[in-house]
């Protein structure tokens, strides 16, 4: 494991370039995470001296700040986040000491009720001993569990803001208070603020739910419902493409599509265990009538593909001759995440997986989990995809969420373990991220802004083939079970894309790009030539559209710059005279006169090599 240095340098030749600054997450930096605590803590005692009907509920720190969440009789402002955040300053600037203090439960709970304030009880139910309270001076205290900075002179008053004010539900219950959650946001020092907000103001520009709908790839609709994204021909376009190229690959290296429903009996999630663990997450089950409801009988919206190649693998005795078996589909499935969580396409209630499922022999599993990986390291790369690391994604043993054996689940993590150490690759292991069936491999991509994402996947399940009573005849004879190899190169095809928006912001390669090339006339008179290149050019498969609008050149050019289209061809008396396009591309700029022939060919390598023109 690479720990991160602090500041990296933008490049290692140049002392005139600045260094650009390392915002580490909550979780990477003790020091940030005292200081977002804290801060969240005078923001909290800011908040009650404003507004004293105001009652406090829960304020942790998230990654890139923190939130409180108040139960107030008004709503709060703009214009109120500024007297706030003036106040804030003032108790920062009062150097007020932060004080532990441990308390009994039933001296925490008389100081509460003293208080008035019924959250705080509440919270205190769930709370194990010691009870610890942090106090802000002698004016304002919260029940917290820390940590945090000893006196608020260590924060610096030039180095937080508060960002948005947004609704929460108490304990994320939809049937309880509604309440109002101010997010904050707390630094080191005022530079990686300023930084942290031209990354916002950055992610604002390649937000992929705004340029989806500039580039006319997507819409959403509440006639449809939330979460639920309606592809335009463009959005199509990319998607088929990004399919057509996963396809390919997998066909080259054996693997065998198949197609499954989008329903099935519950008993089948019964049996793999989805149904026990995950049935909140799940669309609402459709029952015949209340008989078969209260028994739980009916048919769900499928929320993983895996039970259902497991069926086609079983519709047959296997022979170890035919593994290792890999079945694969593009699966859409459907989770019912709550309104509040959904995101653009990175969080959406119908979304379509790669998935893959391979039906191995024990001694086949190493060799097959490094075939797997390749192909996602391939895949990356087409992709332009390079900022990424491993996460080996283990079962926590403390934590009852799991399924199988303690042998299984060893067995399971050594092999990916393995695999990481034989191909080299740096990777740290995030205890507690594991399937609730098997560990996992995840590829954890760094995006241009330096969020993290998780793209692809790749688990280990020596349980469901024991659950389903999978087998395979060795060569021996006996009956055996086989292991089983859960992947997803692209993972959530709706999640890659929205990454990919953002990631090119907009400005898609090439081969990916849902119109590759446009041709823009001088004249209308030269329109009959340019529909006849364009009807040449989409014979051969290459993605070409005419500019038909009538607009002056200038125009036609800034509508295609604008719609991020990698090649433009210019047709003037020249071109159609020497059957040529004057060529300019997004990537090098003007390459002038080329024959149409040369257009042709030299797109056509392009494309097939995932390069530029």
């Known amino acids: 494991m690479v720990n991160q240095p602090s500041v990296i340098s933008e490049s290692p030749d140049s002392q005139e370039k600045p260094a650009k600054i390392h915002l580490p997450r909550t979780s990477e930096s003790e020091t940030l995470k005292k200081i977002r605590h804290t801060t969240s803590h005078v923001m909290a005692m800011a908040v009650q001296k404003l507004f004293p009907k105001a009652q406090v509920t829960i304020g942790p720190w998230i990654e890139n700040g923190f939130y409180y969440d108040f139960d107030s009789p008004e709503p709060f402002t703009e214009k109120d986040l500024k007297a706030i955040k003036k106040e804030m300053i003032k108790i920062i600037n009062r150097k007020l000491p932060v004080i532990r203090e441990e308390v009994s439960r039933e001296e925490a709970e008389r100081r509460i009720k003293t208080i008035n304030e019924p959250y705080k009880l509440e919270i205190l139910e769930g709370l194990q001993e010691p009870i610890t309270i942090y106090h802000l001076g002698e004016q304002w205290w919260d029940l917290c569990a820390g940590p945090h900075v000893e006196n608020t002179a260590e924060l610096n008053p030039q180095a937080f803001e508060l960002e948005t004010v947004a609704g929460a539900y108490w304990r994320g219950d939809a049937t309880k208070a509604q309440l109002q959650r101010i997010y904050g946001t707390a630094w080191e020092n005022p530079e990686q603020l300023e930084e942290y907000k031209r990354r916002k103001e950055e992610a604002l520009r390649r937000d992929h739910r705004k340029l989806g709908k500039e580039l006319g790839l997507f819409i959403f609709t509440d006639d449809v419902g939330p979460g639920l994204p309606l592809w335009t021909p463009k959005g199509t376009i990319l998607r088929s493409t990004l399919e057509d190229f996963l396809k390919q690959e997998q066909l080259k290296r054996g693997y065998l599509p198949v197609v499954t429903p989008h329903i099935a009996r519950v008993d089948l999630f ?31 919206l499928k929320p993983m593909n895996c039970p259902f190649h497991i069926q086609i693998y079983k519709s047959e005795l296997r022979s170890y001759r035919e593994l290792p078996m890999r079945l694969a589909e593009f699966g859409t499935v459907y989770r019912y995440e709550q309104s509040g969580e959904l995101g653009g396409l990175t969080r959406v209630r119908g979304f379509t997986v790669d998935d893959s499922h391979l039906f191995v022999t024990p001694e086949q599993l190493d060799a097959e989990f490094l075939n797997v990986v390749d192909l996602i390291l391939s895949v990356f790369k087409s992709l332009q995809l390079k900022n990424f690391k491993a996460r080996l994604s283990f079962r926590d043993p403390a934590s009852d969420k799991y399924i199988g054996s303690d042998e299984a689940w060893e067995t399971s993590q ?58 395979y005849v060795a060569e021996d004879g006996s009956r055996k079970r ?41 004249k209308d008179e030269f329109l009959p030539y340019i529909q006849n290149v364009v009807k040449e050019l989409q014979v051969l498969g290459i993605r070409a559209e005419a500019d038909t609008s009538g607009e002056r050149l200038g125009k036609q050019i800034r509508n295609a710059e604008t719609q991020k289209i990698p090649v433009m061809a210019i047709v003037g008396e020249k071109e159609v005279e020497s059957n040529s396009l004057n060529i300019r591309t997004r990537a090098s700029g003007e390459l002038g006169a080329l024959s149409v022939a040369e257009v042709i060919e030299r797109m056509k390598q392009a494309i097939e090599n995932y390069s530029d023109f």
């Open 270 to 300: 019964k049996t793999s265990g989805h149904w026990q663990k995950y049935k909140e997450d799940m669309f609402p089950m459709m029952a015949d009538d209340e008989e078969a409801k209260a028994v739980e009988q009916g048919f769900v």
């Open 414 to 471: 050594n092999a990916i373990r393995r695999a990481v150490e034989t191909l080299g690759m740096n990777y740290f292991e995030g205890i507690g991220e594991a399937a609730f069936y098997g560990p996992k491999l995840d590829f954890i991509f760094q995006d241009a802004l330096d969020r993290e994402w998780q793209l692809g996947t790749v688990q280990v399940d020596y349980n469901l083939p024991e659950r389903f009573e999978l087998e």
């Open 482 to 522: 086989p292991v089983m190899i859960h992947r997803a190169p692209f993972g959530s095809l709706e999640r890659l894309i929205g990454i990919l928006i953002e990631e090119y912001a907009g400005d898609f390669p090439l081969w990916l790009a849902p119109i590759q090339i446009r041709l823009l006339s001088v």
